[in-house]
């Protein structure tokens, strides 16, 4: 089974700083993918954890907490671009992820 | 990079019609899945494929089949469509391991 806890939404400022918490409860584990989907649009990946630790991408970075079933995303200078929604996806080794409706992140001016 | 093609962005047919949608991928991929996707709800699974002619069931597989001829293409058959299949439809690959999943652009099909 598994089980993914992320806030339904969240608004920000374009500019600012947003942080995206995710905590997951899985029966195997891999590693833990952030996924970026705009509306009516297919999800695109933003980033991969494997390992405890934070790893940045320009303006995004992820951080993952294995011990803890944690991880966030993080947002700097934030931009308009940015509304879409944010999915945590658990890698529980088997082919399949599950992915939830995420985190719909509205960016205003 | 991975490329993920689907045979239409947009789609209209009639209750009744049997429906194609057709995904070609040109990364080897093993994995290939079918999805859904309706307002306000997450990815649905409708079925995916480990293999050439090897095909399971997801979440929702009833009023859907499947056919895997060939390593990079994945086809996803309504065998008689009806108003609520209507939806967006995504098709994505992956290789084992790792399970990155690459999704193709998406089609929005509408049903009469």
């Known amino acids: 089974g598994q089980n993914i806890d992320q806030p339904t939404e969240m608004t920000a400022t374009e500019g600012a700083i947003v942080q995206i918490n995710c905590t997951y409860q899985?029966?195997?584990?891999?590693?833990l993918f952030w996924y970026q989907q705009h509306a009516g649009e297919a999800p695109t990946f933003l980033s991969y954890?494997?390992?405890?630790g934070l790893e940045e991408k320009g303006r995004f970075s992820s951080f993952l907490s294995r011990s803890k079933g944690y991880s966030y995303l993080l947002l700097k200078e934030l931009q308009m671009k940015d509304s879409a929604s944010y999915l945590c996806?658990?890698?529980?080794?088997?082919?399949?992820?599950?992915f939830g409706t995420g985190t719909r992140l509205l960016v205003s001016p | 990079d991975v490329k993920v093609t689907q045979s239409s962005r947009y789609l209209v047919k009639r209750t009744g019609e049997k429906v194609f949608l057709e995904c070609v991928q040109d990364?080897?991929?093993?994995?290939m899945f079918w999805y859904r996707q309706d307002p306000g709800l997450g990815l649905r699974l409708i079925y995916f494929s480990y293999d050439v002619k090897m095909k399971e069931k997801g979440d929702i597989p009833e009023g859907y089949s499947v056919s895997r001829e060939k390593k990079e293409r994945f086809s996803l058959i309504l065998e008689s469509a009806s108003t609520n299949q209507t939806s967006m439809y995504l098709c994505?690959?992956?290789?084992?391991?790792?399970?990155?999943?690459?999704f193709g652009p998406g089609t929005r099909l509408t049903v009469l």
């Open positions: 899985t029966s195997g584990f891999n590693g």
């Open positions: 996806v658990p890698n529980t080794g088997f082919q399949k992820l599950v």
């Open positions: 994505a690959s992956s290789l084992g391991g790792r399970n990155e999943q690459f």
């Open positions: 954890n494997v390992l405890d």
């Open positions: 990364m080897d991929h093993e994995n």
